[in-house]
């Protein structure tokens, strides 16, 4: 008896998780914009960064080590093989993960965005500005 009740609790849980709401495509356009400028600002400090280091490390003796251990990295088989096995798994996840994003951004929009919503939009709005000296998206 006991067992029949949990499998039928069991199953109206997950009958119950397959219902989840989707989001607006309003609410979809903004997380993706938001997004888009995030890897935007990441790229930027990542090109910056490089740049950096690459006229320290020009002319010492340990630049030249890192220059050539990298140059080593991409003629290496075993890494190329590594990066194209990871490229691979990132390309065949990528359905399920945009899958488990949506399924999110609709229960956060069902469920929260009601009660959190407008502080967060507050909060981003607030943030932006002090980003965009910091951390900009683009060259200035």
């Given at each position: ?7 039928i ?27 888009e ?104």
């Amino acid at each position: 008896m006991k067992l029949a009740l949990a499998l039928i609790v069991a199953l109206q849980v997950s009958v119950c998780l397959c219902d989840l709401p989707q989001p607006s495509k309003e609410l979809v356009d903004k997380y993706t914009g938001l997004k888009e400028t995030f890897l935007k600002r990441i790229v930027h400090f990542y090109e910056k960064v490089h740049e950096s280091l690459e006229t320290l490390a020009e002319g010492t003796i340990t630049g030249d080590k890192a220059k050539e251990l990298a140059e080593h990295v991409k003629s290496d088989h075993r890494a190329q093989a590594i990066g194209k096995l990871i490229s691979g798994l990132a390309e065949d996840l990528d359905p399920l993960v945009e899958k488990v994003r949506l399924t999110g951004l609709g229960v956060y929009e069902e469920y929260l965005r009601p009660h959190i919503g407008e502080q967060l939009d507050h909060f981003i709005a607030s943030v932006k500005p002090v980003l965009d000296t910091i951390l900009p998206a683009e060259e200035s």
